[in-house]
């Protein structure tokens, strides 16, 4: 999974980056104009511990997520996003847009005042005007094409691109709109940036942590859109809680009233919107996680860990981790009728542990 990471300039989307990938990427006026930041962020997965836990594998594997920071998006060009920006961003899953909550005399707004629901409707209109453009540029070609004959398939992408066209010139994120899987797979390989997921997350000062669900719901409600998710940090504070051991990072969080860090939010919130879940695959060599995606069956998480297991899909033998650990081991849960074999018709849960059979 690859979700890109854009904002106004000193939202604070490149110290969220840092949190999220452990990196150190140039924040502030001198970051803006940089070049895409790119890291790898380890998913954490309480349950993935308690496996490792138990077995003691000689080797733990955390399932991950790659995020690309681009630069400060500057409001107003006359095609929307720059030919950078957009290319950095064209092919992630998910974009995650960070808009600013917190003031600050020596870290100015550049719209000069605070405002989330401004600003998520500036990036949200440089998106729009970005996907229109690719849009009129498409129909023009086609419309040179038209001269002479053209294919069955060239005229529906024509219908379809006008279509489009006139949805975004109303001001409409393709994400909110209903097409077909036809409509879907022609339109799939431009990756218009509004029919993309999208998480906001609110970056708050340390007076706002308290209130970050209640922003968090106001923003929700004006945007309007299941396929958006708004959360909330205060990356100042997530900054100095990062550079704390464990046990005093439980601590200052206890104290602040937060129960998980930020990042573990975000994290989560990006698979609930993508539609992802967790399996294991657990033993004396390795334990490890596996994303999949919600509703897939048996064969296609087999796939996930190796396409010989899909290709050769016999049968998987399946306990829910909540069981394995409450009988303590496998040996128990197969007394107790908690194992089942599972045929390729099976809808894998999320926190399933899977052992494939199959042969090839």
């Not at 847009?97 to 020596?106: E, G, K, N, T």
Request: hydrophobic share 40%; glycine share 6%; charged share 30%.
């Amino acid at each position: 999974m690859e979700i890109g990471i854009f904002g106004l300039p000193l939202s604070g989307k490149t110290t969220l980056f840092n949190l999220l990938t452990n990196s150190s990427a140039e924040t502030g006026f001198a970051s803006s104009k940089k070049k895409a930041n790119m890291g790898i962020s380890k998913v954490p997965d309480a349950r993935l511990d308690e496996l490792k836990r138990i077995w003691s594998p000689k080797k733990t594997t955390y399932t991950t997520v790659n995020y690309v920071d681009v630069a400060g998006v500057e409001k107003g060009g006359e095609k929307g996003l720059s030919s950078d920006v957009m290319t950095s961003l064209k092919n992630t899953d998910a974009l995650l847009v960070v808009v600013r909550q917190f003031a600050s005399d020596m870290v100015p707004h550049p719209e000069e005042s605070i405002d989330p629901k401004r600003d998520v409707s500036i990036l949200t209109s440089e998106m729009l005007l970005s996907d229109l453009v690719i849009v009129e540029t498409r129909l023009e070609r086609i419309a040179k094409q038209m001269k002479g004959k053209v294919s069955d398939e060239v005229m529906r992408e024509k219908e379809l691109m006008e279509k489009l066209q006139a949805i975004l010139e109303e001001e409409r994120p393709l994400r909110d709109v209903e097409l077909s899987a036809d409509e879907i797979k022609i339109i799939k390989g431009f990756q218009f940036l509004t029919l993309k997921p999208l998480i906001v997350v609110i970056n708050t000062g340390e007076e706002d942590i308290a209130d970050g669900d209640a922003l968090a719901s106001e923003l929700t409600a004006s945007i309007n859109s299941p396929k958006v998710a708004v959360t909330h940090l205060c990356a100042e504070i997530e900054q100095e809680i990062s550079q704390l051991s464990p046990e005093e990072a439980t601590e200052f969080l206890a104290d602040l009233g937060i129960e998980e860090p930020a990042t573990a939010r975000i994290i989560r919130t990006s698979y609930e919107l993508l539609g992802l879940i967790s399996f294991f695959t657990m033993g004396e060599d390795e334990c490890r996680a596996w994303t999949v995606e919600r509703g897939a069956k048996a064969p296609r998480a087999a796939g996930v860990i190796h396409s010989d297991l899909e290709r050769g899909f016999i049968r998987a033998e399946v306990v829910s981790y909540e069981n394995f650990v409450s009988a303590g081991s496998l040996a128990a849960c197969r007394d107790k009728g908690l194992l089942s074999t599972e045929g390729k018709e099976y809808v894998v849960k999320d926190g399933d542990i899977l052992n494939i059979r199959f042969n090839v």
